[in-house]
């Protein structure tokens, strides 16, 4: 059944895998580097980990997922999120273009009731319960 709904799934995500190949590019032509695993791009270096550090505390972000695409900083970044980030390649293939919007406004919701927007937000609960 996976394999017929897939492509709906990357349909589904596809406005985010664009943001994330035209980042992807850009850490391309500025000498990072791209690999495909099970049908996620992943880029890493160059560009891509200048983008990634500058992130709001980027300096502690090993990598971001968009859509099918994954961020990283470096290679060895990946290696060690790569479970972590699956997580959230899944969540976009469930909540295609509506992710981005959920995942702020559960952040959103967060920080205005006093708690922690990224470790309290379920997305990332949801991906560091099954990464471990």
């Known amino acids: 059944m996976r394999t017929v709904l897939q492509p709906l799934a990357y349909l589904w995500a596809m406005p985010y ?31 891509t980990r200048w983008f990634v550090r500058h992130l709001p505390l980027g300096e502690f ?6 859509g099918h695409t994954i961020l990283g900083q470096t290679s060895a970044a990946l290696d060690v999120a790569r479970t972590h980030e699956w997580v959230h390649v899944r ?3 469930r909540w295609g273009p509506l992710m981005g919007p959920a995942y702020l406004g559960c952040s959103l919701w967060l920080w205005l009731r006093g708690g922690r927007p990224y470790r309290d937000n379920p997305f990332e609960r949801e991906a560091y319960d099954e990464a471990g």
């Open 91 to 93: 969540q976009f293939e």
């Open 61 to 66: 972000t090993l990598a971001l997922t968009l």
């Open 17 to 47: 895998t664009l943001l994330g190949l035209a980042i992807g590019l850009v850490g391309l032509v500025s000498g990072g580097s791209v690999q495909c695993r099970s049908g996620v791009l992943e880029f890493f270096g160059g560009g």
